[in-house]
Nanobody
Framework: QVQLVESGGGLVQAGGSLRLSCAAS????????MGWFRQAPGKEREFVAQ????????LYADSVKGRFTISRDNAKNTVYLEMNSLKPEDTAVYYC??????????????????WGQGTQVTVSS
């Protein structure tokens, strides 16, 4: 069974940084688009960032642009989310997901086939 396992979440003060990791159990799943999403209590799951197979094509939500960086290491089947200048409103459960090739467009959430279990990020003010 395909697994995506996130790690790296935790409690951090506003202005701090965290680095999330997501390891995929199968290369075939990891070979296409990988995305990060987040869900705060009482809110819908929202897009954060995505990265295509090559690692050179990335997209970000406006709310995190300039503060977060998505990257991937294809040799390790791992995608990362570097989060800097964190704000209390970044508090959420963060999920990674795997989907087909986005062809450069933002892949709709419904098109992602595999999801991790989530990791909690809490930013205190």
């Amino acid at each position: 069974q395909v697994q995506l396992v996130e790690s790296g979440g935790g409690l951090v003060q506003a202005g701090g940084s965290l680095r999330l990791s997501c390891a995929a159990s199968e290369r075939t799943v990891f070979s296409n688009t990988m995305g990060w999403f987040r869900q705060a209590p009482g809110k819908e799951r929202e897009f954060v960032a995505q990265i295509r197979r090559s690692g050179y094509s990335t997209l970000y939500a406006d709310s995190v642009k300039g503060r977060f960086t998505i990257s991937r290491d294809n040799a390790k089947n791992t995608v990362y989310l570097e989060m800097n200048s964190l704000k209390p409103e970044d508090t959420a459960v963060y999920y990674c997901a795997a989907g087909p090739d986005s062809l450069g467009r933002r892949l709709p959430i419904r098109d992602y086939n595999y999801w991790g279990q989530g990791t909690q990020v809490t930013v205190s003010s």
